[in-house]
Each structure stands twice: as structure tokens, then as C-alpha cells.
């Protein structure tokens, strides 16, 4: 089954600094959509890009989606420690909307 | 927003037990949700779709009889964790389906069911 690809698995970063993320995926998407999730908490959206879109903003939040090579980025910029979590891509498969996760990524911010 | 709530929020219970653990659209209807497994630092790995009135679709690898779903209403749907063993600890998450703004469709999600299995 199609699984978004995450990489790094698990990034440290200090405090102010701006920190990536990278999915990739397999198959044709009609949306890729990044999701927080806190250590032993449920999800938190934090933002869709639909496949027509090439890159969006949301706060401190900037998604990149690039059909052609199968990749998205999300990018925070000025970390906070409150922004320590696990961070997962996600792509509704077979145009259903149920969701297929990546790996995620654990995203320390060191103070 | 919507909201999507899940009860317990966690339990503990001896090998052999059955689990119910219940999903709840609170301000919206849902037809159809989803349930997810998440294990210790793993991502979520989907595990049925339950759809209101009729029986449940299951992924591959997922047994229909050991994980009961029932979907009796356009609010509420229980997974069942039938006979639990140790290897079925894990955190059992739902979603629904809802509109957001714009009339677009988003995934909202349960806070989870955190099951650990003696």
C-alpha cells in the first residue's frame, strides 16, 4: 500500500532555528496533508496542499509540494520548544478519503 | 471545528478480555470513520473503515473477528478488541470526515485510546 516516505526520522534542532521535513510518496495524490501530533496525543491538522498547489503558508508553517518528483516539504520556521512532536505527512489513497500516513518525523527543539 | 471524541482514553485490561472503545462525531454526523493502530514511536496504520448501517471494510492483515466494528448510528462507532492479548497494547485513534471551511472535506481525529494489555 502507498506509505509516504519521511526523512529525517527524528531531527534536533535548537530554538529559533528553522527546521525541514521532507515526505515522498508513490502513486498519484489529490491532496498531501501534514499533521502534529504531540507525544501520546491525538492529531493536530496543520495543513492541506491540494495537488494543483505548489507551495503554501500558514503562520510559521510553509508546505512545498512538487508532483513531479513525488515530494513534500513542510517547513517551520523560528522553532519554538512547543513545537517538539511528532510530525506526519498523510494522502488520502484511491481517492477515498481515508488517510495513508508516512513515517513521520520526531522533531526535538532543544531550548 | 469539529469535533471527534474517543472513550476511554485509555484502559488496562487482563489478557483475554474484550475491549469495547467508542468513536463520537459530537457536532456532525459521519457515515463513514476510520480506525487507526499506532504503536510506541511508529506512525498510524489504518485498520478499518466502519460505515454507518452496513458492515465494515477491513485492510489487509487486519482480522474482522479478533477487531469488531459496529456503526450503528451517523455519531457513534465502537471497535471491539475481542480476546485481547499483550501484543494488542497499542493506541487506537478514529476519524471522521467533516466539512471544514470553504465546503472543503477534512479528517478531523479522536484524541485516542491508549490500550495496554496484561
Known amino acids: 500500500s502507498q506509505q509516504g516516505e519521511e526523512d529525517p526520522q527524528a531531527l534536533s534542532i535548537q530554538e529559533g532555528e528553522n527546521a525541514t521535513m521532507n515526505c515522498s510518496y508513490k502513486t498519484s495524490i489529490n491532496n498531501l496533508q501534514w499533521y502534529r501530533q504531540n507525544s501520546g496525543r491525538g492529531l493536530v491538522h496543520l495543513i492541506l496542499?491540494?495537488?494543483?498547489?505548489r507551495e503554501k503558508h500558514s503562520g510559521r508553517l510553509r508546505v512545498t509540494l512538487d508532483t513531479s518528483k513525488k515530494s513534500s516539504s513542510l517547513l517551520i520556521t523560528a522553532s519554538r520548544a512547543a513545537d517538539t512532536a511528532s510530525y506526519f505527512c498523510?494522502?488520502?489513497?484511491?481517492?477515498?478519503?481515508?488517510?495513508?500516513f508516512g513515517q513521520g518525523t520526531r522533531l526535538t527543539i532543544n531550548p | 471545528g469539529a469535533v471527534v471524541s474517543q472513550h476511554p482514553s485509555w484502559v488496562i485490561c487482563k489478557s483475554g478480555t474484550s475491549v469495547k472503545i467508542e468513536c463520537r462525531s459530537l457536532?456532525?454526523?459521519?457515515?463513514?470513520m476510520f480506525w487507526y493502530r499506532q504503536f510506541p514511536k511508529q506512525s498510524l496504520m489504518l485498520m478499518a473503515t466502519s460505515n454507518e448501517g452496513s458492515k465494515a471494510t477491513y485492510e489487509q492483515g487486519v482480522e474482522k473477528d479478533k477487531f469488531l466494528i459496529n456503526h450503528a448510528s451517523l455519531t457513534l462507532s465502537t471497535l471491539t478488541v475481542t480476546s485481547a492479548h499483550p501484543e494488542d497494547s497499542s493506541f487506537y485513534i478514529c476519524?471522521?470526515?467533516?466539512?471544514?471551511?470553504?465546503?472543503?472535506?477534512?479528517?478531523?481525529f479522536g484524541p485516542g485510546t491508549r490500550l495496554t494489555v496484561l
Open positions: 496542499i491540494r495537488s494543483n498547489e
Open positions: 498523510a494522502m488520502p489513497i484511491q481517492g477515498a478519503q481515508k488517510l495513508v
Open positions: 476519524s471522521a470526515p467533516g466539512l471544514a471551511g470553504r465546503g472543503t472535506l477534512s479528517q478531523y
Open positions: 457536532d456532525f454526523q459521519a457515515t463513514t
